[in-house]
């Protein structure tokens, strides 16, 4: 007797060309037939469909070889069996949907009623009959072995950039380079721009060794955007983990097909390879473009909705949401995990990039006790060959019950350190705002708070076992992010503006630690308050970059910020796919000053160890050195280590903070910052010690690096430091 079909090996999910065919497998666990549906456009638009049914299940998964099936094809898949939506079971056959394993996706989701799987206006009511193939995107066959035969190989050149050396700067490909003059104008926008030279030497010239994408997935528009006629620009929507927006390919590539589009953003990685930069992705296996109950039809959805779709256990079945985007992919599932395991496989041994950062990271880690740090996906990322030496960073939270777990992570993944942006902006503008207002004094950690965040934020990512194993690299540190305010508008803006959006203002983080130095926007240009005030907030500008870049831990730059991007107040800009959200590189003479500084803070990282270690400090002595000289200690205006009480003076704004590093004839830093209103007289830490001198290096109060224009100091000497001002010292081992 032939074996059970629950029994017979299938081959990988996905479409697989072969030398005569291809092999499909799909996993509908609770189908009772699947149909393959290959699918032939028309040149007058209509569909010519042919059907091809599936073996199965074996193990819940429907497969076949189909002999003569060739790339560049279209397909789909149609289930049938129970439509019981009370139960979470929605097999419609009516609805054509893509293959959550396809390697490329052509067209849009048309918003008709037909891409509903359910009769109109009831979710739980009876299954619509309408066919939806005219109305949804379409998986394409791509034949992804032989072009890794045919193009350069991204994953041979990988630079492999040690975390201590990391800067990263995350973008959107099409806002990158959208205004950019001195790209081909049918290249921006595209793949094809990040690899080109003029892309890649700004990122150079500033000193960044990572780009991170937002999200390159192929994506779809939620219908409420689509009724306001706006779109997902960020992408944070996916419609297919494997395959890429081909929206964000050149218009040849998007002509020539899928294949095409797939090349087109391997040899981007390439060229940046070639460069020296990484390439990290923004993913998001959270959630999916299918919303809540009463969502599109277009993938999962129909294929397995119990089996993919985190539900409440209860009749009717609802979905429940830890992402804020009406459904959750249910991570106690091991097909959900083996989903996102065999997608970052494709992209790091395909696509040959060298990271991903995790969107909303702990819906990634929950069971059915809640988040678990040694959740069996995280423990896939840390074992899985294909993941060694990549870059894992996880945004560690969601909107569920326990959903802030920043510091809880396992090694080796990084996190992004929302504690280090509130701590800087807090200081910088929010605590200062208060003071101009003549308010009492902020009554919170203050200066201990910010100096935790300069060291690295060991009381986050200290706690492992061993103690302090993961370093500071572990924290990404930043100010900004896609998601909220620019650096710009953080100093322009005191509340939101998100008209533009179209929700009433009730979008994006009212708390966003803001301060606007006394002018809502930009200001009237004639008014000389105004240039008063642009100086002011500029300074502020380079207090956060310093505060930032020379930080312990692993910078991260918002794209734009180095120029003095605006986003017109709009802290929540998901949905503006136009100048609002693309970096504009027409530049006014301030905005080349804070380029140049950036170059310059960035500079200094790169050029003293000290700035860029990948242990925690211990204020301890290094090996061989006196005890009066620890690799990290504080001082006070005077010149004085800081005491128990300096710690917890809420009035406290003057800090000084000296770092050392084991390496051979490296410099001392000593990083000076005075967060008072007025100027302050400092004395230069280190008094007493005769081996050195400081050099000044940089300074807040200076639009450019102006290392020649100050003596030398001994430690001890007496300087005045500007208000809300940071400055920079260099100790060299004298001659």
């Known amino acids: 007797m032939p074996p059970s079909p629950r029994h017979v090996a299938t081959p990988p999910l996905g479409v697989h060309v072969t030398p005569d065919g291809v092999s499909v497998a799909v996993l509908a666990a609770h189908a009772t037939a699947v149909d393959l549906c290959l699918l032939d456009p028309a040149p007058d638009g209509s569909l010519h469909e042919r059907r091809v049914p599936l073996e199965g299940p074996s193990f819940g998964v429907w497969h076949a070889y189909v002999p003569g099936v060739e790339p560049g094809q279209r397909y789909g898949f149609r289930t049938h069996g129970a439509w019981d939506p009370a139960a979470g079971l929605r097999h419609n056959p009516a609805k054509l949907l893509v293959d959550p394993y396809a390697r490329g996706v052509v067209g849009r989701v048309d918003l008709d ?50 975390w201590r050396d990391t800067v990263v700067y995350e973008a959107h490909v ?15 926008g595209t793949y094809a721009a990040l690899g080109h030279p003029v892309v890649v030497e700004h990122l150079t010239r500033l000193g960044i060794t990572a780009i991170e994408l937002l999200p390159v997935h192929a994506k779809s528009d939620e219908p409420h955007l ?88 209860n009749v009717p079945a609802q979905l429940v949401d830890t992402t804020g985007t009406g459904n959750t992919l249910d991570f106690r599932r091991p097909r959900v995990v083996q989903l996102a395991l065999d997608s970052l496989r494709y992209w790091a041994d395909v696509v040959g990039v060298d990271g991903f950062r995790f969107d ?52 080796p993944m990084a996190e992004w350190n929302d504690r280090f942006r509130d701590a800087a902006r807090q200081f910088w503008l929010a605590d200062v705002a208060r003071l101009r207002r003549g308010e009492p004094g902020p009554g919170h950690d203050g200066v201990r708070d910010l100096a935790t965040r300069l060291a690295g934020s060991a009381d986050l990512f200290g706690i492992s076992d061993p103690p302090l194993a993961r370093g500071p690299v572990a924290s990404v540190n930043f100010v900004t992010a896609h998601d909220g305010f620019t650096l710009r508008d953080l100093v322009t803006y005191d509340r939101k503006h998100n008209e533009a959006n179209g929700e009433d ?43 930032l870049l020379l930080s312990a831990g692993t910078p ?17 800009a998901y949905c503006q796919d136009d100048a609002t959200s693309w970096v504009d590189w027409d530049l006014a003479p301030w905005q ?40 990290l200690a504080w001082y006070d205006a005077a010149g004085e280590p800081f005491t128990h009480d300096d710690w917890h003076d809420p009035e406290a704004r003057t800090l000084q903070m000296m770092r050392r590093t084991p390496v051979v004839g490296s410099s001392h830093v000593l990083v000076v910052l005075n967060g008072a209103l007025s100027p302050m007289e ?54």
Not at 174 to 188: A, V
Not at 258 to 271: N, Y
Not at 556 to 572: P, V
């Open 505 to 547: 203002g009730r979008d994006g983080s009212g708390d966003n630690r803001s301060w606007n130095h006394g002018i809502e926007g930009a200001g009237d240009p004639r008014d000389p308050e105004t240039a008063r005030v642009a100086s002011l907030r500029a300074r502020s500008m380079r207090n956060l970059l310093a505060t």
């Open 360 to 411: 909303l990271a702990v819906t990634l880690g929950r069971s059915f006790a809640g988040y678990q740090p040694d959740h069996p996906f995280l423990v896939a990322l840390q074992n899985d060959p294909s993941f060694a030496n990549l870059k894992l960073v996880a945004e560690p939270w969601d909107v569920g019950p326990g959903g802030w777990r920043t510091g809880q992570f396992p090694p």
């Open 556 to 572: 991260m730059l918002t794209a734009g910020d180095e120029l003095g991007r605006t986003q017109g107040g709009n802290n929540n």
């Open 113 to 162: 009623e037909a891409v509903e799987g359910f009769a109109p206006g009831d979710a739980f009511g009876p299954a619509d009959p309408r066919d939806s193939a005219p109305h949804v995107p379409h998986s394409v066959v791509v034949d992804v072995e032989g072009l890794r035969a045919r193009t350069p190989d991204p994953h041979a050149n990988r630079p492999y950039v040690p």
């Open 226 to 313: 689509v009724a306001k006629g706006l779109t997902n620009y960020w992408g944070y929507n996916t419609l297919g983990f494997f395959a890429p927006e081909p929206s964000y390919a050149t218009r040849a590539a998007q002509d020539a097909g899928s294949g095409a589009v797939l090349d087109e953003v391997r040899t981007a990685v390439h060229a940046l390879h070639e460069a020296g930069i990484e390439v990290l992705l923004d993913v998001v296996y959270n959630h999916t473009c299918e919303g809540g109950v009463d969502g599109p039809h277009l993938s999962w959805r129909g294929l397995d909705n119990t089996g993919y779709y985190l539900h409440d256990g």
């Open 592 to 631: 080349r000053e804070l380029l140049d500084s950036t170059r310059a803070l960035l500079a200094l990282r790169r050029e003293h160890p000290a700035l860029r270690v990948d242990a925690f400090y211990r204020g301890t002595p290094l090996p061989g050195d006196a005890p009066s000289q620890p690799d």
């Open 682 to 735: 400092v004395a230069l830490a280190g008094r007493g010690n005769t081996d050195r001198r400081w050099r000044r290096a940089w300074g807040s109060t200076s639009a450019t690096r102006a290392m020649t224009t100050h003596p030398d100091r001994e430690p001890g000497d007496r300087v005045l430091l500007d208000a809300l001002a940071v400055v920079v010292y260099l100790a060299e081992p004298r001659g």
């Open 174 to 188: 099409r806002g990158l380079t959208m205004l950019h003059p001195d790209l081909p104008e049918e290249l921006r």
